[in-house]
């Protein structure tokens, strides 16, 4: 299935577009306008125009192509309005309707039924039951929600089986200061899901890590595969460590599974699993912005020991190594600050000063290194080494991480400008560590992958 037309369209049709506030044709619109291509739209029973684009009574219609279309329409109204697009020769349809296969046999039969319509039109289907996508990039709103005209453009691919906690994922990372290539809601995945969405994005130029909600699906063996398969990065969050089948089957129609089997089966494929949707973004943000490391050690430069300390704590608890440096690095870092608070690993210089990026530069050098984690805490007056570390990971060709925290103000700046420079940042020891540990789990599993023949049962 060719999901360019759904996810990269030229034009697209908003079907039962209205002109009354609140309604959701009215906000799917009000989003869809923003677009960068040509928006339509439609609705039989309105005349006039909305947000200044003339309605059209169908999309069959429409004097040109139409690409995509988001459907505003309830659930039993959708297979005609499917019936219409196959006819238009539409290439995909947000499906934003519940009563699908998450309501019961009725809702089944709906859904099965209107996968038979798109597969006689060639239609790629995005939910039903979903609020949605985004593609930042070209302004491509394709959600209901308010405010998602702010995502900015980044790299990471959300694809989350819930709409509600893809918008919440892209909301955060606009917070954090994140951007996103895509986020997507798969709802009750049609006839486009996990395995259709990671193909695609990992064909995407302007995508470099993909990040995956899951709560159930079918096959998982599909899923792992396609995961496998992909040159691009991915991580997950399998939901379900206790009993919420029944509620995630009510929400997408998916039943959880078992929890272990999934985590076990999605390590066994070289896909390191996070807990939490912080650490899920966190992982996108360093798989994304990282070369794959060569191994899981882990050299750690702090300003301030007890960051440090927790740092080397949970980085050794989440399965990275924290090796001796060489003795030409330690010999090397003495030379920078004679006296130094501890020359071993982590190296703590016991404050920020000018020469901090030296030290930076001295650990990133060390033959026995395979990631860098630094943390310093702001200080004004000398702010961060951001010459030091734009462009330090590819000179090294290891992953360079920075965590911090600091008053707001200036802080924000600098941050943003290491970000600017493609350096995963984090306000936090914990997250950063975690992040850490995510990406020497991701070239171990990389690795045993490759080594083995590798079997699942989920």
Excluded: W
């Excluded at 899901?193 to 096959?219: K, M, N, P, S």
């Excluded at 798989?287 to 050690?297: D, E, F, Q, R």
Aim: proline share 6%; net charge negative; glycine share 12%.
């Amino acid at each position: 299935m060719n999901l360019t037309r759904l996810f990269g369209p030229e034009t697209v049709a908003v079907v039962g577009a209205s002109k009354t506030e609140g309604k959701i044709g009215y906000e799917a619109m009000a989003n869809a306008v923003e677009f960068d291509g040509r928006v339509y739209p439609v609705n039989p029973s309105a005349e006039g125009s909305v947000l200044g684009e003339e309605f059209v009574a169908s999309v069959t219609e429409v004097d040109e192509p139409v690409d995509l279309a988001l459907l505003c329409v309830p659930g039993p109204v959708v297979p005609d309005v499917l019936e219409e697009c196959g006819e238009a020769g539409v290439g995909g349809a947000v499906i934003y309707a519940g009563g699908f296969a998450e309501a019961g046999e009725e809702g089944e039969e709906l859904q099965e039924r209107i996968v038979d319509i798109a597969a006689e039109g060639d239609v790629a289907l995005l939910g039903p039951n979903t609020s949605g996508f985004v593609v930042p990039r070209t302004n491509l709103l394709a959600s209901f929600a308010g405010g998602v005209e702010q995502l900015p453009a980044g790299n990471v691919a959300i694809v989350a089986q819930s709409g509600g906690v893809a918008h919440q994922l892209a909301f955060q990372a606009l917070r954090e200061g994140n951007g996103i290539s895509a986020m997507v809601g798969l709802g009750n995945r049609a006839n486009v899901g996990f395995e259709e969405a990671i193909e695609y994005f990992d064909g995407d130029a302007a995508t470099d890590a993909v990040v995956l909600h899951v709560e159930g699906t079918d096959d998982g063996r599909s899923l792992l595969e396609t995961c496998r398969a992909a040159e691009t990065p991915v991580t997950a969050y399998k939901v379900g460590q206790s009993d919420v089948g029944e509620f995630a089957e009510s929400h997408t129609g998916a039943l959880t599974g078992d929890h272990d089997l999934y985590t076990a089966g999605f390590a066994q494929y070289g896909v390191p699993t996070v807990d939490s949707t912080s650490a899920l973004l966190d992982a996108g943000v360093a798989l994304a912005n990282s070369p794959v490391p060569a191994g899981a050690n882990v050299g750690v430069v702090t300003a301030q020991a007890g960051p440090g300390i927790i740092i080397a704590d949970r980085l050794q608890r989440g399965g990275a190594t924290l090796p001796e440096l060489g003795a030409d690095t330690q010999e090397r870092v003495e030379g920078i600050l004679p006296g130094i608070t501890f020359a071993g690993n982590p190296v703590d210089t016991g404050r920020p000063m000018p020469e901090f990026g030296d030290v930076v530069e001295a650990v990133a050098a060390d033959d026995a290194v395979d990631v860098v984690l630094v943390y310093e805490l702001f200080e004004e007056a000398l702010g961060y080494p951001v010459e030091t570390l734009d462009g330090l990971a590819e000179t090294v060709d290891k992953p360079v991480l920075f965590a911090t925290e600091g008053p707001p103000g200036a802080m924000d700046d600098e941050l943003a400008a290491l970000r600017e420079a493609g350096v995963p940042t984090f306000t936090s020891p914990e997250r950063a560590a975690e992040a850490t540990a995510l990406l020497a789990r991701y070239a171990e599993l990389g690795d045993a992958a490759a080594d083995q023949e590798v079997s699942a049962d989920v």
